[in-house]
């Protein structure tokens, strides 16, 4: 079986080899002299040769060939491509093919690290309501004094309601907003990357959170006031709470070839996973900056409940469409 093995794995390489070869020697000159080191003929065989590389690749991945063969693959088909694609492109044009194309596929390659992360959200949800609706004092292990800003199981109805209808100076809001993105992007980068530790701190992370925002239902749920919460929370929320969980799904995808490498050495698998896991996270540092403008103004300029459930609808929409369609016709 083995000898079957390495004679394929040989074939396939006499076979393609020259191709590989000579792509390799005009990527040497292009990375040298630039695509301008190329004359007509090689700017016109480069392409073919990348097609054919990427072709060789494909088979070599299903037939399961050897692994310093792939490796080898891979690195010149990386190679290839930004001489073929990103040397051509400007940084606006691949940052739009990133917004575009590439982030959305990858969190739906990722969509089951996703409702991982959603159930563990949901479940600390529902978790920290129950056991504070039970014993209020739980409040307080699940809720910090800086996080709960003086509201408590022992504020009055008057004084939990205030802040949801508070709005605030104008001038106060930019720093605001841009301390919100900064602490939430902290908070989803951690949990990207305590997915090294197997994922399970990326989990417990995850699950105190929805224990803290289950608590702080609890309380306005004993004043009847958990729609205007909800509706004070969601507009942001719709968008940061997605932010965590992408993020924590990157960290548990990690964490998930960490234990289950399949038919990768687990470092290879570990590489793989975290290159593809990155990605995501860059992608959702955006999803933070969108959700601390609009908690740091929105939410702050606007105390009227329909237009905050309106702004919850048009968040709830606008990342279904986007994650669901965006780059699907390239996948």
């Not at 005009?26 to 695509?35: F, H, P, S, T, W």
């Not at 190329?38 to 060939?65: E, F, N």
């Not at 100076?169 to 841009?178: D, G, H, M, N, Q």
């Not at 601390?292 to 606007?302: H, K, P, Y």
Request: glycine share 10%.
């Amino acid at each position: 079986m083995s000898g079957d093995f390495d004679l394929k794995s040989t074939q396939f390489r006499e076979e393609r080899q020259a191709r590989w070869v000579e792509l390799e020697l005009l990527i040497d000159r292009a990375e040298v002299k630039g695509l301008h080191g190329l004359d007509d003929d090689d700017l016109r065989t480069l392409p073919a040769l990348y097609r054919s590389l990427i072709s060789s690749l494909s088979v070599a991945r299903s037939i399961s060939l050897d692994r310093g063969l792939l490796i080898y693959l891979e690195a010149l088909s990386a190679r290839a491509y930004v001489i073929v694609y990103a040397a051509r492109r400007g940084l606006w044009a691949m940052a739009w093919d990133f917004i575009a194309r590439e982030y959305p596929r990858e969190v739906r390659r990722h969509w089951r690290e996703l409702a991982v992360a959603v159930g563990l959200l949901a479940l600390g949800v529902a978790c920290g309501f129950a056991m504070t609706m039970d014993a209020p004092e739980r409040y307080y292990t699940f809720v910090s004094d800086g996080m709960a800003g003086g509201r408590t199981p022992t504020s009055t109805c008057e004084e939990l309601a205030a802040p949801l209808f508070d709005t605030a100076p104008a001038v106060e809001l930019a720093p605001f907003a841009s301390y919100l993105f900064s602490h939430n992007a902290g908070i989803g980068i951690m949990a990207f990357g305590l997915g090294f530790a197997a994922g399970v701190p990326t989990a417990l992370l995850i699950f105190t959170n929805g224990l803290t925002l289950g608590a702080f239902v609890a309380i306005y749920q004993a004043c009847d006031l958990q729609v205007s919460l909800w509706l004070w929370l969601l507009p942001h929320g719709v968008t940061e709470l997605l932010a965590v969980c992408l993020c924590g799904a990157a960290g548990l995808a990690v964490g998930k070839s960490l234990l289950l490498p399949g038919r990768y050495r687990r470092r290879d698998a570990v590489g793989l996973s975290g290159r593809r896991a990155a990605k995501v996270v860059l992608g959702t540092v955006g999803l933070f900056f969108i959700a601390g403008l609009i908690e740091g103004f929105f939410r702050q300029l606007v105390a009227n409940e329909l237009s905050r459930l309106l702004m919850v609808a048009s968040t709830t929409l606008l990342w279904v469409v986007y994650f669901g369609f965006a780059g699907r016709e390239e996948a």
